[in-house]
């Protein structure tokens, strides 16, 4: 059945989901989506400390010159009292001794025989951390869903916690097909082509935080598929580019069909990759792209990203889209919803010169593409449109509209 975008994406997530996780210590667990929520379990700071290196003073001794009772540095387990007429030399996250009203910096203050001279003016609590004032205990630090980066493992840290659960990264099984097809390591005769599809949704799948596997080139036969995909369905997720279309040699699907291939979605209203196939085999889901280089790049960010980010367990599961302007008037053929690469600078995109489904060249120059509606023909200069990144992850715990019109 042929699908609409949004169709297929209401597919894939109402079909898609995280279950499997593991328990890691937190040194282990960046780039990880946390499986728990966190809930602090004791203030922070633990207790109120001085925020400077200074003096520990009572605001009555604004302006006088005090004896300085004692030292205190950070570490320090004793409980001191600050009397009337005292300062208490104090270090940075040292805690604060009882009856202190205000910290004095030690540049704000003179040295002196008889003591230390205090400023005219003190006000009260000046560079004293309370207890609790940057997390408080039974505060819920993080939620179950969140990918941890490195102020995440920091938060745990300051917490104590030692290891997390968390869900465990998608693992991705690839391989290409056709006769044709070459590896970049083997010698090519005048009638072949180099396989860049599956290098290249090997290196986009590292990068979006898979495992990912790399199960070879299938020739364009039934037998030798069979053998690739008996090899990938360990994996959560497998990946093909080639041999969907109609073509006399194109035997991917009927070859998943062997294993009892539930097809959730087999063409998609899109220009280039109206071919692309998706649906699953036992608890493995599978993904067909097309074998036109630039057509299997696109389709993967479109919907091979969100099938992983479903799988990976995060919150923010849904590709997003950047606004931005575009260079300058674009004319195109309407009727079926396209999908144009181009490079975004922070303020306007730029369509690739020349693409077409079988180039590779527009993938090094674009950084993201837009997809334009079916009923248009036509974009000014300055109109807004809607970018989506092919180079970093952009995406959101609701879904949005990624088309422009």
Do not use: W
């Not at 059945?1 to 597919?11: F, H, I, K, P, Y």
């Not at 009292?81 to 604060?96: D, W």
């Not at 960010?301 to 674009?330: C, H, R, W």
């Not at 077409?356 to 997809?371: D, E, K, V």
Request: proline residues 4%; glycine residues 8%.
């Amino acid at each position: 059945m042929t699908v609409t975008v949004e169709e297929a994406l209401d597919l894939i997530y109402a079909n898609v989901k995280q279950s499997s996780l593991k328990i890691v210590p937190i040194e282990n667990a960046l780039g990880s989506i946390l499986a728990e929520d966190i809930v602090a379990t004791h203030n922070l700071p633990p207790y109120d400390n001085s925020a400077m290196d200074g003096y520990a003073v009572k605001l009555s001794d604004a302006g006088e010159t005090v004896r300085v009772a004692e030292t205190i540095f950070a570490g320090d387990a004793k409980t001191v009292t600050l009397q009337k007429n005292q300062a208490i030399k104090i270090m940075t996250g040292a805690k604060i001794p009882e009856g202190t009203e205000c910290i004095v910096p030690v540049e704000d203050t003179q040295q002196g025989v008889e003591g230390v001279s205090l400023p005219e003016k003190l006000t009260l609590h000046k560079h004293i951390r309370f207890a609790g004032e940057d997390i408080q205990k039974e505060t819920l630090l993080l939620q179950r869903g969140e990918l941890l980066n490195a102020h995440q493992i920091t938060l745990l840290a300051s917490q104590g916690i030692s290891h997390v659960r968390i869900y465990k990264r998608p693992k991705v099984a690839l391989f290409a097909s056709g006769n044709e097809l070459k590896m970049h390591y083997e010698q090519l005769e005048s009638h072949q082509l180099y396989n860049t599809n599956t290098p290249t949704l090997l290196a986009r799948g590292k990068e979006l935080g898979c495992e990912v596997e790399f199960i070879g080139t299938a020739k364009d036969s039934l037998e030798d598929l069979h053998k690739h995909i008996q090899s990938a369905l360990e994996c959560d997720l497998v990946i093909t580019s080639g041999g969907v279309s109609v073509g006399d040699a194109d035997f991917t699907k009927e070859a998943f069909e062997h294993f009892g291939y539930e097809i959730f979605f087999e063409k998609v209203e899109i220009k280039p990759g109206k071919p692309t196939t998706f649906g699953k085999v036992g608890d493995t889901f599978i993904l067909n792209l097309p074998g036109n280089p630039l057509a299997a790049a696109l389709n993967f960010e479109l919907f091979g990203q969100p099938i992983i980010l479903a799988l990976s367990g995060t919150t923010n599961k849904f590709v997003n889209a950047i606004n931005a302007k575009m260079k300058d008037d674009y004319k195109l053929r309407g009727g079926r919803r396209t999908l144009v690469p181009g490079y975004f600078d922070g303020e306007f995109f730029t369509p690739c010169e020349h693409f077409s489904p079988g180039m590779i060249s527009p993938l090094a120059f674009a950084n993201s593409f837009i997809m334009i509606d079916e009923g248009c023909s036509s974009i000014a200069k300055n109109a807004e449109v809607k970018t989506i990144s092919t180079k970093f992850l952009f995406t959101t715990k609701e879904s949005k509209s990624l088309v422009s019109s």
